[in-house]
């Protein structure tokens, strides 16, 4: 069992260790500053997890990530996922990003369910709820991006 949870924990880590790189990456290749500024934040928070996840394995944690309800506004599970290239709108960049979130949320979804109640599934959980705070940050951009006028 233990050698379960370490093959989760690191799948985990590499997840995140994943979207930070995936998020720098699209950075670069963003020409619009608030979109690039906007990635920039979300491969921190993706840093941020990855130290969450390895002071978790190390058992080392000290604080649990702060949590609030996300509201998940379903924009990503119904709006297509547009192709990368450097002359992305803003509002294709945050779509991009919503697309991500969506997943990593059914990644841990996904570990959680799979897990019997314990630490290990509440952490996975709490993980779920961060990926789809995310999502709903970067669906709040897209839609006030997309849709100017309710701006």
């Given at each position: 069992m233990k050698d379960e949870l370490g093959s989760i924990i690191e799948?985990?880590?590499?997840?995140?260790?994943?979207?930070?790189l995936f998020y720098i990456d699209l950075a670069k290749k963003?020409?619009?500053?608030e979109a690039k500024d906007a990635l920039k934040f979300m491969a921190e928070e993706e840093k941020k997890?990855?130290?969450f996840l390895i002071?978790?394995?190390d058992g080392s944690f000290k604080k649990s990530l702060k949590m609030e309800?996300?509201?998940d506004y379903k924009i990503a599970q119904h709006v297509d996922k547009p192709d990368i290239a450097g002359d992305m709108k803003s509002k294709d960049v945050?779509?991009?990003?919503?697309?991500?979130?969506?997943?990593?949320?059914?990644?841990?979804?996904a570990l959680a369910a799979a897990q019997?109640?314990?630490k290990v599934k509440d952490m996975l959980a709490t993980m779920a709820k961060?990926?789809?705070?995310?999502?709903?940050?970067?669906?709040y951009l897209y839609s006030n991006t997309a849709f100017s006028e309710t701006w």
């Open positions: 799948k985990a880590i590499q997840n995140e260790e994943d979207a930070n963003v020409k619009d500053k997890h990855k130290v002071s978790y394995r309800e996300p509201i945050y779509l991009v990003a919503a697309h991500r979130e969506l997943n990593s949320y059914n990644f841990y979804n019997p109640a314990g961060e990926e789809l705070k995310h999502k709903e940050k970067v669906e």
